[in-house]
T-cell receptor, first 113, second 114 residues
Framework: NAGVTQTPKFRVLKTGQSMTLLCAQDMNHEYMYWYRQDPGMGLRLIHYSVGEGTTAKGEVPDGYNVSRLKKQNFLLGLESAAPSQTSVYFCASSYEGRSYEQYFGPGTRLTVT | AQKVTQAQTEISVVEKEDVTLDCVYE???????LFWYKQPPSGELVFLIRRNSFDEQNEISGRYSWNFQKSTSSFNFTITASQVVDSAVYFCALGKTSYDKVIFGPGTSLSVIP
């Protein structure tokens, strides 16, 4: 099993450009999450999904959109990138939301210039 | 309000020393879950332990031990005889029954010096 994979691993964008980060999991997990990690701020939840076809906002959803068309995939979109979105993005999945451990992808380092 | 506090931003210890990482949480729920994750320099986050609020027994796994005290809302993590490979950022997290998600603390960066 690959676990949780993220594509791409690194990306540099110019302000105003758009991109989509792809997260895939092969563990048949219902729940999937997108976090951003910034120095000194830990992990902050952007959006999450409790099942195929569902999404919900986390702590810092502004400037991001997500889609979960297939159970195994969770996409994070930036429509118009801003320098404030420079961060490391982690995707995670879990069997259930609040009581089960999360499995994380390797992260995507995004720089917006 | 729900919150996870890890007051120690950075800790440095010399190899073989014991070290305790503090975690204090806030919740009004009677049922909740606590987690610790490790993020080594390579960047990936690795699950270490999960406890539910009804189980206050301390847990030991090799050199790792966890002390859960509901009376002080703390879930502290101790590494005995630390090793260089323990150098990482450690996150404490809280899962509440009223949410579908988990709240992470800001993390404690541990450096073990040879």
């Amino acid at each position: 099993n690959a676990g949780v994979t993220q594509t791409p691993k690194f990306r540099v964008l110019k302000t105003g450009q758009s991109m989509t980060l792809l997260c895939a999991q092969d563990m048949n997990h219902e729940y999937m999450y997108w976090y951003r990690q910034d120095p000194g701020m830990g992990l902050r939840l952007i959006h999450y999904s409790v099942g195929e076809g569902t999404t919900a906002k986390g702590e810092v959803p502004d400037g991001y959109n997500v889609s979960r068309l297939k159970k195994q995939n969770f996409l994070l979109g930036l429509e118009s990138a801003a320098p404030s979105q420079t961060s490391v993005y982690f995707c995670a999945s879990s069997y259930e939301g609040r009581s089960y451990e999360q499995y994380f992808g390797p992260g995507t380092r995004l720089t917006v210039t | 309000a729900q919150k996870v506090t890890q007051a120690q931003t950075e800790i440095s210890v010399v190899e073989k020393e014991d070290v305790t990482l503090d975690c204090v949480y806030e919740t009004r729920d009677t049922t909740y879950y606590l987690f610790w994750y490790k993020q080594p320099p390579s960047g990936e986050l690795v699950f270490l332990i999960r406890r539910n609020s009804f189980d206050e027994q301390n847990e030991i796994s090799g050199r790792y031990s966890w002390n859960f005290q509901k009376s002080t809302s703390s879930f502290n993590f101790t590494i005995t005889a630390s090793q260089v490979v323990d150098s990482a950022v450690y996150f404490c997290a809280l899962g509440k029954t009223s949410y579908d998600k988990v709240i992470f603390g800001p993390g404690t960066s541990l450096s073990v010096i040879p």
